[in-house]
T-cell receptor, first 115, second 116 residues
């Protein structure tokens, strides 16, 4: 069965600090997709990035970067020089190729960036 | 292009009542999925519809049902409401089945249901 674990329930940092959100997943499928979503207080889930199981290339987008390591089943997300606007709940999610559009979400990490 | 819309945004019901939530996908999208978000259980998958057929179902009791119309709009219904059904219900749409590259899923703003 598929499972996503985000061990960090809450993280609090001061503005301009770097912060890494951890995500570990379990799946038996060889083809799967990983996602990170941001959920601000308004509630809407905002898509940040996706990674396919066959593409382990890491990615940087502005202050955001992602580290996908298949060997450790991890898909971690780093925010460099955090800002107050980064405060939100962040979710890691997994979709198996055999599961259609079904996403399995982690518990979420509440990130608070203090000025 | 308009995003995924959900109506109503907020709803208050009492135990035992039933409720219907609506989701209009992005134009051209044929897949609609529903999720329930609660503080205790987190985000959980309810069901997925594609071309008016339920393709996938999560682990929820039969009180939770849904359907999809020919214009891809979807409704979910919860009968005999319980206090534990209080949650944010999110709908997501994508153009095709599955989440392979190029078939991105977009979420609506959600309907916040409170059961008293």
């Amino acid at each position: 069965a598929q499972k996503v674990t985000q061990a960090q329930t809450e993280i609090s940092v001061v503005e301009k600090e770097d912060v890494t959100l951890d995500c570990v997943y379990e799946t038996r499928d060889t083809t799967y997709y990983l996602f990170w979503y941001k959920q601000p207080p308004s509630g809407e889930l905002v898509f940040l990035i996706r990674r396919n199981s066959f593409d382990e290339q890491n990615e940087i987008s502005g202050r955001y970067s992602w580290n996908f390591q298949k060997s450790t089943s991890s898909f971690n997300f780093t925010i460099t020089a955090s800002q107050v606007v980064d405060s939100a709940v962040y979710f890691c999610a997994l979709s198996e190729e055999t599961s259609g559009s079904r996403l399995t979400f982690g518990e979420g990490t509440q990130l608070t960036v203090n000025p | 292009k308009a995003g995924v819309t959900q109506t109503p945004r907020y709803l208050i019901k009492t135990r035992g009542q039933q409720v219907t939530l609506s989701c209009s996908p992005i134009s051209g999208h044929r897949s609609v999925s529903w999720y329930q978000q609660t503080p205790g259980q987190g985000l959980q998958f309810l069901f997925e519809y594609f071309s008016e057929t339920q393709r996938n179902k999560g682990n929820f009791p039969g009180r939770f049902s849904g359907r999809q119309f020919s214009n891809s709009r979807s409704e979910m219904n919860v009968s005999t409401l319980e206090l534990g059904d209080s949650a944010l219900y999110l709908c997501a749409s994508s153009a095709a089945k599955g989440l392979a590259t190029g078939n991105e899923q977009f979420f609506g703003p959600g309907t916040r249901l409170t059961v008293l």
